[in-house]
């Protein structure tokens, strides 16, 4: 095979910061709050879009970016169709790993842990705060399932269009909010000569004990 794409040329080396396990807070959800901010403040773009992993109860994966629609010390929140196939695998199997990478900071945040879903009142109230188009849209989209072709979407985005002119547009009680329970976060910062800092926490017996991982 011809490998005209020369991967093995593609290099960048790291030089713009450090971390260290005496600076970082105690507290992971203060740690990543404060990497986010500096990530809006930079112009990361989407520095709340986050990889999502999951798997099927017999372990098989599957991964795709979703953005991250609140956060707090219960967790990260996002929301999708629960009858989607990331909607399915994650009520099967009930755990799943966030990824954010924000380049042009040489910086990521790992983030693995268990899943729950949202209760209603807080998936309505996220439903509510999105765009009307984007309420027609949850309801129109199967998402996941096979559609015909890009017309058949359009006819039923028209047809729930109509169906809820001049009305409020309720919750599909088929979608809503899932929570991110970390027990797990690693804070990655991009170094010189590929020696990476990576500093990890874990949830042990209720409290966050910090090490430093090998890069």
Not at 56 to 63: E, F, L
């Amino acid at each position: 095979m011809d490998n005209t794409l020369e991967l093995h040329s593609l290099r960048r080396d790291y030089t713009l910061n450090s971390l260290d396990e005496a600076i970082v807070s105690s507290n992971p959800f203060e740690q990543f709050q404060r990497w986010f901010s500096e990530a809006q403040a930079s112009g990361v773009l989407e520095p709340n879009a986050m990889t999502l992993a999951t798997a099927t109860s017999s372990g098989i994966p599957s991964a795709r970016v979703v953005l991250l629609k609140g956060m707090d010390e219960h967790g990260f929140m996002f929301a999708t169709n629960y009858e989607s196939r990331k909607g399915e695998e994650l009520l099967a199997n009930p755990y799943a790993a966030l990824l954010f990478f924000w380049g042009d900071m040489q910086r990521q945040i790992r983030i693995e842990g268990t899943v729950e879903k949202v209760s209603k009142e807080e998936s309505d109230n996220y439903f509510k705060s999105r765009p009307r188009e984007s309420r027609i849209g949850a309801w129109a989209s199967k998402q996941s399932k096979k559609v015909e072709g890009r017309e058949q979407l359009e006819e039923e985005y028209s047809a729930m269009t109509m169906k809820f002119e001049n009305q409020e547009i309720p919750l599909p009680e088929f979608w809503g909010g899932f929570r991110v329970v970390p027990v797990m976060f690693e804070f990655w910062q991009g170094r010189a000569n590929r020696l990476h800092d990576r500093i990890c926490y874990r949830l042990i017996d209720d409290i966050w004990e910090i090490e430093r991982l090998y890069p």
